[in-house]
């Protein structure tokens, strides 16, 4: 059973086509995340969500638009795509706990984008 | 926005025990700081996270010293499995507003 999975593994197109990466988990957590790693492997957070509304949404180009139809789903589409765009995305998802702010978060195993 | 530094990499031999540290200056005050390990083409996966002092579980134990601006994660006895990169993640006080970052990660490769 995967916990958190994500389609497609790998995605190969040109510069200037939209495309979406879809992100599902079945682990019941409210919380779903977006993050980034580029070619140097530094990891950087572009989106979350909780509950279907967003709660983080850092400095990213607006093509990049998220969607969570529903708590267990949070997808990922991308407008006019760009050389720069390519990279490794991770879609993570865990569970608030009351009192500190916890980020244990269980990845996808991630989306390699390759826009030639 | 203070950066969350790693060492780049750090070598070590099977049996040995390895430590990474995490300087985090602007951590928020009541976040935990939360390690991960990952492996090439795979997802990090979640190692261990604390608030202060020291936490320990079946894989590592993490120390925060009173200030809470860094961390070090220790590996007891690591096994050529343990090769990975190990990044840290903490909530961090940017201008008038927090960011989740990442720490730039740590490459450990163990050698026989």
């Known amino acids: 059973d995967t916990a958190v999975s994500q389609t497609p593994k790998y995605l190969v197109t040109q510069m200037g086509n939209d495309k979406s990466i879809k992100c599902e988990q079945n682990?019941?957590?409210?919380?779903m995340y977006w993050y980034k790693q580029d070619s140097k492997k530094f990891l950087k957070i572009m989106f979350s969500?909780?509950?279907?509304?967003?709660?983080i949404n850092e400095t990213v180009p607006n093509r990049f638009s998220p969607k969570s139809p529903d708590k267990a789903h949070l997808n990922l589409h991308i407008n006019s795509l760009e050389l720069g765009d390519s990279a490794v995305y991770f879609c993570?998802?865990?569970?608030?706990?009351?009192?500190?702010?916890?980020?244990?978060?269980?990845f996808g195993p991630g989306t390699r984008l390759t826009v030639t | 926005l203070a950066k969350t530094t790693q060492p780049i990499s750090m070598d070590s031999y099977e049996g040995q025990e390895v430590n990474i540290t995490c300087s985090h200056n602007n951590i928020a005050t009541n976040d935990y700081i939360t390690w991960y390990q990952q492996f090439p083409s795979q997802g990090p996966r979640f190692i261990i996270q604390g608030y202060k002092t020291k936490v320990t579980n079946e894989v590592a134990s993490l120390f925060i010293p009173a200030d809470r601006k860094s961390s070090t994660l220790s590996l007891p006895r690591v096994s050529l499995s343990d090769t990975a990169v190990y990044y840290c993640?903490?909530?961090?006080w940017g201008t008038g507003f927090q960011k989740l970052v990442f720490g730039t990660g740590t490459r450990l490769l163990v050698s026989p």
């Open positions: 969500y909780n509950n279907k509304e967003l709660i």
């Open positions: 993640l903490v909530g961090v």
């Open positions: 993570a998802s865990s569970q608030p706990g009351r009192g500190r702010t916890s980020y244990e978060q269980y």
């Open positions: 682990l019941g957590h409210d919380t």
